[in-house]
């Protein structure tokens, strides 16, 4: 009935985890129970999530407060708090099934993360990089003596770091040497993006540089493109976004992931998936297409609402949206 409903809420209007079960009139127990997992409306600096959830990569805890920033992995998802806490929930794959991502680890000083397929990069306010994650990740590993970082990226198996003087290392995925390789003449880079197998670089002049595994052209920038002023590498397919406020996108269109709503403007910030693309507004309104087996390109009603999102990110088949604070 409602009432049992109604006082659940009332009783607790914070989000929590809750048990069901239904009874006959006779007081026997038919069918249940099920799980449920009662989700408010986000609060300021908070995460909201929605897509795939075969393990549990949208179920954000509780205790996602003050987010400075957000990551999507294949099957995972991560915050950073501003307090340098990173709070982290979902799995990563392994040759026998899954494995929980358990406890973040207790890092300091960080100021951005990133996520790949079975691990994650933390950037510190001293240039330095930290990864954790599976231990036999090939990608779970930083460089030794690595310094000067000011921006990092991670693809499914290896990862991207920005120097402050413009130069772009890469580094994992020891058994494909095409996604280690960084291309030359590259010591102009202002930002860097991966996902996949493969690489994506925004120079300085607003060009873009691609490079990896590019079988669906996703290595091949649209010719003539310019202009650029943010990156997000997806999958098999590459989204830009221009001075002008609007997005263009390149690479595998399979479920329509590069088909770029029509009369889409207005965006501050982008994010790509396996194979779905996510734009930001100015508005704080979130636009979402490609493929949407899982819901991840369906924005929920409370995201619709929402006049205060100011991070997007997109993993394998979920979408991660954080609530101004």
Not at 26 to 48: C, L, Q, Y
């Amino acid at each position: 009935s409602r009432s049992p409903w109604r006082r659940v809420w009332e009783k607790n209007p914070d989000d929590g985890r809750y048990g069901v079960q239904c009874w006959t009139i006779g007081g026997t127990n038919t069918i249940g129970p099920w799980d449920v997992r009662v989700i408010s409306t986000p609060k300021a600096g908070s995460a909201i999530a929605w897509g795939a959830n075969e393990q549990g990569q949208v179920e954000y805890p509780s205790d996602v407060t003050n987010a400075i920033g957000i990551a999507a992995g294949q099957f995972h998802s991560v915050a950073l708090r501003e307090d340098g806490a990173v709070i982290q929930w979902g799995a990563y794959p392994t040759k026998s099934g899954f494995t929980a991502v358990g406890p973040a680890p207790q890092i300091s000083k960080l100021v951005a993360i990133t996520a790949g397929c079975e691990h994650n990069l933390g950037l510190r306010s001293d240039g330095t990089v930290v990864s954790w994650g599976l231990p036999t990740a090939p990608a779970n590993a930083v460089p030794s003596g690595l310094t000067g970082v000011k921006a990092i990226a991670a693809g499914w198996f290896h990862n991207l770091a920005l120097l402050k003087n413009g130069q772009v290392l890469a580094w994992g995925n020891p058994s494909d040497s095409q996604i280690t390789n960084v291309p030359a003449g590259l010591g102009n880079a202002s930002a860097i993006s991966a996902q996949g197998l493969h690489s994506l670089v925004l120079r300085k002049d607003g060009t873009v540089a691609a490079w990896g595994l590019g079988t669906n052209g996703e290595t091949k920038a649209p010719a003539g493109l310019s202009e650029v002023v943010a990156i997000a590498a997806g999958g098999q397919h590459n989204v830009g976004l221009k001075a002008d406020a609007t997005v263009v996108a390149w690479g595998c269109n399979n479920a329509g992931q590069t088909k770029v709503p029509q009369g889409l403007n207005n965006v501050m910030a982008i994010a790509a998936g396996w194979a779905h693309s996510v734009a930001l507004k100015n508005d704080g309104t979130v636009v979402a297409w490609g493929n949407n087996s899982s819901g991840q390109t369906s924005v929920p009603a409370v995201a619709l609402r929402l006049v205060q999102s100011k991070l997007v990110a997109a993993g394998g088949g979920h979408t991660v949206v954080g609530v101004f604070s």
